[in-house]
């Protein structure tokens, strides 16, 4: 483009030199034009004509071929600008975070950057000049993109895709041939916001239930039943199990937050992971065996040390294994193993449980998630969500498979040592 | 030429009222799985209401079709084109009364218990919806290679009914309670088998209008 530019310049700058020549030649009585073509060129540069420093000693032609020069200069710097502004353009749309499209009255793109390339699944070349609705594959999308070309007015909307669980927020803008159109992906946004509102629905959920019998009974020996001393022995003992209950969650959701924000560091020290797991074992036996289930540890005793806080690596194995037994029906097993990958260890707890649906499977280390919300399972509901956040401190991994009717395992990864 | 330029500038505006008239029935059957999924009655209802645009949305491309060819007498395949595209809006405008028809199943459900938990309806849907969407990319593309992929697809939705079928009659056996709730989930698994058959019908006419030859690709088992 520059290119043409500056050609289209020269041949012009060339031709009125030599037409100016040409008059010269022919009559002493052009000089007036010469005189008009030479202020022409100095305005063009803006330099005033009583510029006697830039003044040719020879005569007028040299003066014009001057004012040209500069002509010359000031719009190579301005294509030089030009240029410029368009290579900073083109880096703020390549590292945008948005997708940005142009299309033309017609609805067919004529730029996309990289986000909205990666966005529609599609590659420049191939989208350039296409219609927007055979980019997007969407109707909704393509109807806000349709109703701004339209109506020339700013349209914007948000848009589940067909065919998967993404949310994105089309604004698309008038322009004065087409529109500009901003694309911009909702999902995680989304996810988020459903997150805080299931976790104060839970939240709200679980301290109502305690609170509730606490008020039921209180209310009773308000009544009379405070007479009776065998009735009130055992009401103020149902109120002291509930106030544990709520004594444990409020420290249990202080404790995540410490180790959230990383206010509580770990003591990290090699540690016999084997060891950690038989003492957990032994630990919830009794309750599994009240549960009619079998605690199996399967866990060579030679496992590489493991860099872990001892307290923290035992809460995580108490809460998991706890879990399994919350949710394995009599008779069922559970099994501990251990598998040594590269630099980490992985212990994985495994049930023969009721499982879980796929849906629920990324959601179960969430505070307070519960995969069917009417059976509570008697805990605080923040057991996973510690865990979760324990391994990630200690830079592992924790993660759940199941399959409904059949299990769930849930497995995290501890690093080894360095010798 | 200036009459080819026009047709093929009206040509195309159809072709991308098909993508969006392709978008709404693929919606419409993701959607009429999730209100299933969701018991979202509300979704149900929206559902049936939108099948009424689905609809429109045919009469007025062949309306414009129609147009086309009284305007422009087009020969050969320009011809084809508009033959074909006239099949395709058919079977997508019976693919949304398919979701509509889950819908409607839908609000019979209710809010009955769950039978079991939806896995294989939900894979056979989104099978469907995918099938749906290459079919298109295919025909606006003339890739006749997609349109025999996705036509070969169909057996994968096939077995998937199967399944459904065979697990579904097995819980009428073992408990008669499960009848009613079993028998309209098998009604909901017909209409995606249903579905992705004419999904083959728009590939067969995707491999007609670029070949210029009428085959049967695959057959289906049902």
């Known amino acids: 483009m520059e290119g043409i530019v500056l050609a289209l310049l020269i041949l012009l700058t060339l031709a009125s030199i030599s037409i100016t020549l040409l008059l010269l030649r022919r009559a002493s009585a052009t000089r007036e034009g010469l005189r008009a073509l030479t202020e022409m060129a100095r305005r063009a540069v803006d330099t005033p004509a009583d510029s006697s420093a830039r003044m040719a000693p020879g005569g007028k032609v040299e003066e ?27 880096a703020i749309l390549s590292t945008i975070g948005a997708g940005v499209l142009l299309v033309n009255k017609d609805s067919e793109v004529t730029m996309l950057n990289q986000t909205a390339e990666r966005l529609f699944g599609v590659s420049g070349e191939s989208a350039l000049g296409r219609p927007f609705i055979s980019l997007a594959r969407d109707h909704e999308m393509d109807s806000i993109v349709r109703r701004c070309l339209e109506t020339n007015e700013k349209q914007v909307g948000a848009v589940q895709v067909a065919g998967s669980r993404r949310y994105l927020e089309l604004a698309a803008t008038p322009l004065s041939h087409g529109a500009l159109v901003l694309v911009q992906d909702l999902t995680n946004v989304r996810r988020l916001e459903k997150m805080r509102r299931d976790f104060i629905g839970n939240i709200s959920h679980e301290l109502r239930t305690p609170i509730a019998s606490l008020k039921a009974l209180v209310e009773t020996l308000q009544d009379g039943a405070i007479a009776d001393k065998d009735v009130a022995q055992d009401f103020l003992h149902r ?47 009794p309750q599994a065996e009240r549960a009619q289930l079998e605690l199996i540890l399967d866990m060579p005793a030679n496992l590489p040390p493991v860099m872990g806080d001892e307290d923290r690596v035992e809460q995580v194995l108490v809460n998991v294994i706890h879990n399994a037994i919350k949710f394995t029906p009599p008779k069922g097993k559970i099994t501990i193993s251990s598998l040594v990958e590269d630099d980490h260890v992985l212990i994985s707890v495994s049930d023969t449980g009721i499982g879980i649906p796929a849906d629920d499977l990324p959601r179960i280390f969430e505070r307070f998630y519960k995969v069917d919300q009417a059976r509570s399972g008697g805990g605080t509901g923040l057991g996973l969500a510690i865990a979760k956040h324990i391994v990630q401190a200690h830079g592992g991994r924790i993660w759940a498979e199941s399959e409904e009717g059949k299990g769930t395992t849930v497995a995290f990864s501890l690093p080894t040592a360095k010798s | 030429m200036e009459m080819r330029t026009a047709f093929h500038k009206r040509l195309r505006e159809i072709q991308n009222d098909i993508l969006a008239m392709g978008s709404m029935v693929e919606k419409a059957i993701m959607r009429s799985i999730e ?15 939108e099948d009424q645009k689905i609809n429109e949305k045919r009469f007025d491309i062949e309306e414009k079709c129609i147009q086309l060819i009284a305007t422009q007498q087009p020969m050969a395949s320009d011809l084809r084109s508009i033959i074909c595209i006239l099949n395709i809006i058919t079977e997508l405008e019976r693919i949304g009364d398919y979701a509509e028809g889950i819908a409607k199943i839908v609000i019979m459900i209710g809010d009955e218990p769950p039978l079991k938990p939806l896995i294989d309806v939900p894979r056979m849907a989104e099978k469907t919806a995918s099938m749906l969407h290459r079919s298109l990319e295919a025909f606006v593309t003339c890739d006749t290679e997609t349109a025999r992929k996705v036509v070969s697809e169909d057996n994968e939705v096939d077995a998937l009914y199967d399944q459904v079928f065979r697990e579904l009659i097995s819980f009428m056996v073992e408990d008669p309670k499960t009848i009613t709730r079993a028998t309209r989930l098998i009604w909901v698994a017909h209409n995606l088998e249903r579905s992705a058959d004419r999904v083959t019908n728009i590939c067969e006419r995707v491999v007609y209008f670029v070949t210029g030859k009428m085959e049967e690709i695959g057959a289906s088992k049902y």
């Not at chain 1, 040209?68 to 410029?84: H, P, R, Y």
């Not at chain 1, 937050?257 to 060891?275: A, H, M, Q, W």
């Open chain 1, 239 to 285: 109120m002291h199990v509930e106030t544990d209950k709520l004594a444990q969650m409020a420290s249990e959701l202080s404790e995540l937050s410490r180790i959230e924000s990383g206010d509580s560091p770990l003591k990290l020290k090699p540690l016999d992971v084997t060891e950690v797991a038989r003492r957990v074992v032994e630990r919830l036996r």
């Open chain 1, 64 to 90: 014009l071929a001057e004012a040209l020069k500069l002509w010359e200069a000031k719009l190579k710097s301005i294509t030089g600008d030009l240029a410029e502004e368009r290579e900073k353009l083109a």
């Open chain 2, 35 to 49: 209100a299933l999924k969701n018991r979202d009655l509300e979704m149900a209802h929206r559902i049936i209401a």
